[in-house]
């Protein structure tokens, strides 16, 4: 260029490169991406653009070079509206179907299929995953929900690490989140109150949007009438205080209030990190094998990707962080030589880092309902009736109002009360025991839908978060080709079945009550009034249970030399040098409430360590 840099240019050029730093829209979106089977080297690489994924490089971008290998591309594009309009969340994402009839959606989803579960009917369960940048963040049903004080605050022994009590994470809780305020207005509802606490959120906090529904469903109003009744009053702070147990809430969603969009890390953190940094995306370009030198501990020098087959190398010249998912993340570790020695040996992968935990530890909470034909309206029989929707869309786009800017949204906790408690086994009672005294043990969360004729049939959900089944994730070859190998284990622990049948038993008294009966128009849909006895009951679960997508911890953070421990608190994998795991995968366990809160708090605790030379 000519220019010469000498001692005294340096201040000046300093001033010119933060101005540019700085300067807003200077750099074209289209700039942002990588150039397909060229080899490349950055700082740091970051394997996943899901929802740590992009939280950790967008962060680290702020400072350093990044590169993002995501394999898919942009939902907005592969997903149409779908993935955007809050309602369609619950009726346009077809593919989260769980059963293994499901119908693909290869541009958005990993389509995995688990082997056959034994314990709950011998069936194959579809895991839906984002397969998308903002990964699970941009198919999730968006509640914002965190976990317990007494949750965090077991992290934190576990893992032997006080920045993980509540209190010490609640700065990166904050800051990775921004809190706008309900719209009264907007929601036109004197019935489905909103209380929250203010100052667990930070107005500085951002870019992920978390907002409440702009409309309120009829039908929740009266189920959440119903699960109150059952003695779980609202709770006056809300469910981002860390205190669950004994509550109910109408619960923020990860919304962008403007127009009522659904707020992804991709919508939040890339496309910021893509206007103020110089982050680089490879989209529809996969992860194949994480590479390493060969000093001791081996280090990890970059990742050997594959664009639709095109095979190339990213170096990085400080870290590699794998955030590929709880299925995902363990299978990359055991296809780079970081696993259980006896499962990497029988397919020839040589042994960087003999840790018997990756893949082990699967913590899947389950779910199940009871369902009744009711009286009311609800977004969907409103938005399936062909003479109103024209309606309720230009509602939508002129307002960001209306049904279809709306997505769930009360949810209740409870622990198994005294009468229920009493018929557990002792063995299961001292197990709920071990559990933090605050943690609850069963979740409702109110649902309805269209049925004949554009009535309504209304479901109450309950799911179990404290699941003493473990699954696990293995391999069946050694590439990322091959799908990763899933059992999920539901059910094969006696004492979830012993909880499932009391939580489905405090259902029917939840649908017992006079806010539900006051609009039942019939019979129970879903068992049905034949299924009673214990037997019956625990049956009806296993036929019928599905996941609430909350699997995690396969790569479970914990101390040194813990059997499944992966990675330390920091995230480093143990064994090897240049190696993290951060996203859902890194828990050391699930947390009660909604788990992508602790996802996106977690990355940026993580963003901030290597920032920090930890
Ligand atoms: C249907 C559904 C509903 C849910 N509802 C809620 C909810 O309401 N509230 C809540 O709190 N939580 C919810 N969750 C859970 C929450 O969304 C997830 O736990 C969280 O998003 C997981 O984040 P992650 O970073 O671990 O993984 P992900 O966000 O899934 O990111 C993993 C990324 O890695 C990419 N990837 C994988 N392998 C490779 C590879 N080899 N190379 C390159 N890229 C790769 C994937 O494509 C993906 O983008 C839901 C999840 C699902 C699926
Ligand atoms: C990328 O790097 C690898 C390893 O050094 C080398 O074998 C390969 O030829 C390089 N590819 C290109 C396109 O430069
Ligand atoms: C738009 O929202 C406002 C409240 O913010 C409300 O007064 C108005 O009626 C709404 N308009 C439509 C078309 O829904
Ligand atoms: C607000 O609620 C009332 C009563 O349910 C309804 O008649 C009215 O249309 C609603 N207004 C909007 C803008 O949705
Ligand atoms: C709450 O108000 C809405 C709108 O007026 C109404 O449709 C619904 O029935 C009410 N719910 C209860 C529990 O009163
Ligand atoms: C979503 O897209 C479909 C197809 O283009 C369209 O018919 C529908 O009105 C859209 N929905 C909304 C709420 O914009
Ligand atoms: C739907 O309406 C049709 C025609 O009125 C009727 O025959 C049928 O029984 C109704 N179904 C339900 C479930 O209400
Ligand atoms: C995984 O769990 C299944 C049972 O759920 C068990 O049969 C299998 O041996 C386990 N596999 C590994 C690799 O741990
Ligand atoms: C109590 O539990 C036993 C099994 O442990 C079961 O047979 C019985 O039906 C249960 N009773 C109730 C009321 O749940």
Known sequence: ????????????????????????????????????????SFDYVVIGGGTAGLVVAARLAETASVAVIEAGGFYEQDNSNNSVVPLLSLTGIAFIDPTATFTPQPLMDWSLLSQPVTNAGNRRIHYAQGKTLGGSSAINTMSYVRGTIGSYQRWADTVGDQSYTFANLLKYFKKSCHLTPPNLAKRNSTNATVLYDPTVFDSSGGPLQVSWNNWVDPTLTWLAKAVQAIGLPLSPKGFNSGQLNG??????????????????????????????TGIIVYPHTQAMKVLFDSSSPP?????????????????????????AGTFHSPQLLMVSGIGPSSVLESYSIPVLSDLPGVGQNLWDPISFGVSYPVSTPSGQSLTANPALAPGFVQQYLTNASG????AAGYLSCERIPEALRRNLSASTQAKLATF????????????????????????????????FSRGNVTISSASMSDPPVINLGWLTDPSDGEVAVAAFRRLRTIWGTAPANAIKTGPELLPGSAVQSYADILNYIRQSATQIWH????????????????????????????????????????????????????????????????
């Open 436 to 467: 933090p005294s605050d943690w609850p043990e069963i979740e409702y969360i109110v649902g309805s839908f269209v049925g004949a004729n554009l009535t309504t049939i209304a479901a109450i959900v309950a799911w179990i978060p404290t699941p």
């Open 1 to 40: 260029m000519g220019i010469r840099l000498n001692m005294l240019s340096y201040p000046i050029l300093l001033a010119f490169l933060s101005v540019v730093a700085a300067a807003p829209n200077r750099r074209l979106y289209s700039s942002a991406f990588g150039y397909p089977g060229q080899n490349a």
């Open 403 to 406: 049904p279809f800017s709306s």
């Open 551 to 614: 699997a995690c911890a396969t790569c479970a953070m914990g101390k040194e030399g813990d059997a499944n421990a992966v990675v330390d608190s920091k995230a480093r994998v143990f064994g090897v040098s240049g190696l993290r795991v951060v996203d859902a995968s890194a828990f050391p366990f699930v947390q009660p409430g909604h788990i992508q809160s602790s996802v996106y708090a977690l990355a940026e605790k993580i963003a901030d360590d290597i920032k920090n030379g930890n």
């Open 299 to 323: 280090k990890a020098t970059g990742v050997l990707v594959s664009t639709q087959g095109l095979e190339y190398q990213i170096s990085a010249n400080k870290e590699v962080i794998v955030s």
């Open 247 to 276: 509550y109910g809430s109408w619960v923020p969603s990860t919304i962008s209030p403007d127009h009522a969009y659904r707020s992804s890390s991709e919508s939040s953190f890339l496309r910021q990190a893509i206007r103020d």
